[in-house]
């Protein structure tokens, strides 16, 4: 799984570790939370960029989607809990923890989490 963080540098063309543009494009191996494709929409609507917004979800939709389900919601708020997440990164880190994926991000608050692989920006 890739995290918003980097979707996001990836869309915008700025400069990210080629491992990340190789997992992008791992379409196969790919997963994506429904939470990043809310984060990615919107930050691209922010900006008025309606078309880069439509491009990328259409490309992350290339990838297996993963939705929010019950058993994810329970252990989200429980790893929230636990380490201090906002609600939209415990509901990554629990849809990865849950499939067993590793998270690439550039977000903070994943930084110490297991399973992930933190970079800086």
């Known amino acids: 799984m890739v995290d918003s963080?980097?979707?996001v540098e990836y869309f915008l063309e700025n400069d990210i570790d080629q491992s990340i543009i190789d997992i992008l494009?791992?379409?196969?191996?790919?997963?994506?939370?429904v939470i990043s494709?809310?984060?990615?929409?919107k930050k691209f609507l922010t900006?008025?960029?309606i078309e880069k917004a439509n491009t990328a979800v259409d490309?992350?939709?290339?990838?297996?989607?993963?939705d929010i389900t019950p058993e994810?919601?329970?252990l989200?708020?429980?790893l929230g809990k636990q380490y201090k997440l906002p609600m939209a990164d415990s509901i990554i880190y629990a849809t990865a923890v849950l499939n067993s994926a590793e998270i690439y991000t550039q977000d903070k608050h994943f930084k110490y989490l297991?399973?992930?692989h933190y970079f800086v920006k």
């Open 5 to 7: 963080s980097l979707w």
């Open 25 to 33: 494009k791992d379409e196969d191996d790919l997963l994506v939370s």
């Open 37 to 41: 494709i809310y984060e990615i929409y």
């Open 47 to 49: 900006i008025g960029d």
């Open 59 to 66: 490309i992350m939709q290339n990838a297996t989607i993963v």
């Open 72 to 74: 994810i919601a329970i």
């Open 76 to 78: 989200a708020a429980q």
């Open 114 to 116: 297991d399973h992930v």
